[in-house]
């Protein structure tokens, strides 16, 4: 017994102090680079960036940022901090970083680039380490992160049509329009195959009001179509077929509405 008591009062010891000398290990951005010059902090930041050293990299901006707020080179140190995060592929962290970047400098020159960042790292949180090498079926998912994605994307387009992302994430809006088209489209079917058929119609009618041009509106139009003839209101079911005949009268959907 006395054996017994030894060993779990040892144990308990040495975990203290293992648990003390981690504490004691962990030293505040403010501290670890104090005897540095903020430019010397800013340019051994860039050249582990650039030796794809990026958990350094993002130790030294970080430690500019609090230690020099105001120094000249912070703001781009908060640029590279985004970047630094995005390569690691902690998105999440970098989701908050470019947010944290266009709170901070809303007027500057680069904010189109953070917004840019902000997509990517939107949409690839959406995205699981095995999905983001094989193909899989974004519509099938919560795509919370994706809708977040397009509006960033949006915004670049919207308000800075002239920057040299624009073109690209003009690409990136036609894709994911056509993903959250999908995505409504499957709930509107779901809700059919259970005879919900006003829910049905509503999230069809999603579809063609809010991403009109995506894939998946022909589609939607029959699901509003066989929706309202579910429901009786001819009417609304003939309309639907016009719309359909007018915008796509090559279309082959119309064979299940005709």
């Known amino acids: 017994m006395k054996l017994i008591k030894y060993l779990i009062v040892s144990t308990a010891l040495a975990s203290s102090v293992v648990l003390l000398n981690a504490c004691s290990s962990v030293t505040d951005p403010a501290e670890t680079y104090k005897g540095e010059t903020p430019n010397q902090i800013f340019q051994r930041g860039e050249d582990a960036l650039r030796d794809k050293s990026y958990s350094e990299a993002v130790k030294r901006f ?13 703001q781009t140190a908060e640029l590279h901090i985004i970047y ?14 470019a947010e944290r970047y266009i709170h901070s400098y809303p007027t500057s020159p680069h904010i189109d680039y953070a917004y840019f960042m902000l997509g990517l790292s939107n949409y690839y949180q959406n995205l699981g380490i095995f999905e983001r090498f094989f193909t899989i079926d974004l519509a099938t998912r919560d795509l919370t992160q994706v809708k977040k994605s397009f509006e960033d994307f949006s915004t670049i387009v ?15 809006m036609i894709y994911l329009r056509n993903v959250l088209a999908d995505h409504e489209l499957q709930v509107a079917k ?32 029959v699901m509003m ?34």
């Not at 919207?158 to 073109?167: D, T, V």
């Not at 991403?211 to 998946?216: I, K, V």
């Open 158 to 172: 919207r308000l800075y049509p002239n920057s040299p992302y624009a073109p690209a994430a003009h690409q990136y």
């Open 190 to 221: 779901y809700y059919y195959g259970r005879k919900a058929y006003v829910a049905a119609a509503d999230r069809a009618n999603v579809v063609v009001q809010s991403y009109q041009g995506a894939t998946a509106v022909p589609e939607a139009l």
């Open 62 to 74: 970080e430690a500019l940022e609090v230690q020099y707020p105001l120094e000249h080179n912070t």
């Open 84 to 97: 630094a995060y995005y390569m690691t592929q902690d998105y999440t962290s970098a989701e908050a970083a």
């Open 225 to 258: 179509a066989k929706s309202y003839r579910a429901l009786h209101l001819t009417q609304l079911e003939n309309d639907s077929v016009k719309v359909l005949r007018y915008n796509y009268p090559n279309s082959s959907y119309l064979n299940e509405v005709s």
